[in-house]
């Protein structure tokens, strides 16, 4: 990891980082590929997804840098009985994790946050919160 360049693989590492410091005990977090818990159970789904890249400069290989953009997208579920104050919280608590933010030491930053409320998903009320974010690679 360094302050000038990081790769896919170091960008997704460092915002799930920072997402699960951030998020400490709220609920319990499922990331890609592990199963949901049982229904009753206040729970999120964290996935990043890698878009595009453009290349900022020219030059010799080793000191191109390409802005590269993905985002993290966040589904809440909180059970159906919690009310939707308990969704509205978790999404403000995803604002305030992530808007403006910087990941120090890394050349990740956050743009655009974008809650969207889903409604009634199974045995709960669920929202996706969208965050894109930008970092840089050289290579």
């Not at 974008?114 to 840089?136: C, H, I, M, S």
Request: aromatic share 8%.
């Amino acid at each position: 990891m360094s302050s000038e360049s990081n790769t896919m693989e170091e960008a997704a590492d460092l915002v799930v980082k920072h997402f699960l410091a951030g998020w400490g005990s709220t609920s319990v977090v499922v990331l890609e590929g592990e199963n949901e818990p049982a229904p009753g159970v206040e729970w999120c789904r964290a996935t990043i997804r890698h878009r595009f890249a453009g290349q900022e400069t020219l030059g010799k290989k080793g000191s191109r840098r390409y802005e590269r953009r993905a985002a993290l997208f966040i589904q809440l579920f909180v059970p159906e009985n919690t009310g939707s104050k308990t969704l509205s919280q978790r999404m403000q608590q995803c604002l305030t994790l992530f808007e403006g933010e910087r990941i120090t030491g890394s050349t990740i930053h956050f743009n655009d946050v974008r809650p969207e409320e889903r409604g009634q998903d199974k045995k709960w009320l669920a929202a996706n919160v969208e965050v894109e974010f930008t970092y840089t690679e050289r290579k």
